[in-house]
């Protein structure tokens, strides 16, 4: 079994509180300079291992992205993924759910993109919306058409359990999870809305309902300090990554991304004996042409 990177990790017993995971990096952080380089280095080396990754053909890797708006996980995503073959990889975003997805259970969606072996999957929001946005505004599962009345903590704690398992599941049929939570900082989301309402290049990425949703910030802390608590697993672990300095965010998510992929001990297939005759085969036919 391999073996996770430590740093920002949320603990698999349960023991994960909100109030002391960090929004900001350490105060002896690099600058952002040498935090661009390094990002560089990670994402070349994403690339290497990519390839083997693909074709080693042992196992599939998703990364899920949870986050407040403004945290940062579009610019993440690109970050982290630039240079790397774009055939290695697919990004899939999750918004509201439409008319034939709501006619379905909850893990649905998101199951039909799951990466097959060898590539990189990507979900930007996931099933997770399901137990932190829809908990918050308990009002969308009127439109879920669900079997019966459901007490609403009892909803909560079975589609947990379902996470728990779906994950599970994925774990033992080769895919690796790696759950990352971009923490910001309910001061620092404010800044960048008011960015992207001072720059005009910027309005087209604000929304209204973005400011709206700022009055239930206590109740989205509270939602994802559960969800991370009961799904952090050795199988599928969170990652609570600070998310106030962008540079020292997508490092930290690049770096354990890389962690994670050299710890799987991937090759390169060798030819076996049979191979090996056949290619010798093909040599002699491309030196003899035009013969």
């Not at 609570?240 to 890389?258: G, H, L, Q, S, W």
């Amino acid at each position: 079994m391999f073996q996770f990177p430590k740093d920002y990790c949320v603990p698999f017993d349960g023991s994960f509180a909100l109030h002391a995971a960090p929004t900001a990096p350490p105060k002896d952080v690099a600058d952002d300079k040498q935090l661009e380089k390094r990002l560089e280095k990670l994402v070349a080396r994403i690339d290497e291992l990519q390839q083997m990754f693909y074709a080693h053909d042992k196992h599939s890797l998703l990364l899920v992205f949870q986050a407040m708006d403004a945290a940062g996980k579009d610019g993440t995503i690109r970050a982290v993924t630039r240079g790397v073959n774009p055939a290695g990889f697919q990004v899939f975003s999750f918004k509201q759910p439409s008319a034939e997805e709501l006619d379905h259970d909850f893990l649905w969606r998101t199951s039909k993109c799951l990466p097959e072996r060898g590539r990189i999957g990507i979900f930007n929001r996931s099933y997770y919306e399901e137990v932190l946005v829809v908990r918050v505004h308990p009002e969308y599962l009127g439109g879920q058409n669900l079997p019966t009345e459901t007490d609403h903590e009892h909803l909560w704690a079975d589609r947990l359990e379902s996470i728990r398992d779906h994950e599970k599941h994925l774990a033992r049929n080769g895919t690796v999870i790696l759950k990352f939570w971009l923490n910001v900082s309910r001061e620092e989301q404010k800044k960048r809305f008011l960015k992207r309402l001072d720059k005009p290049d910027k309005n087209w990425k604000f929304s209204p309902g973005d400011v709206k949703e700022r009055q239930h910030w206590d109740a989205y802390m509270d939602a994802y300090e559960q969800a991370l608590r009961t799904t952090s697993s050795q199988h599928a672990p969170w990652y609570a990554i600070p998310a106030d300095n962008k540079a020292y965010m997508r490092v930290a998510v690049a770096e354990t991304i890389v962690q994670t992929l050299e710890s799987l001990q991937m090759e390169y297939p060798k030819p076996g004996e049979a191979d090996r005759a056949r290619f010798a085969e093909c040599r002699q036919l491309l030196e003899n042409e035009g013969a």
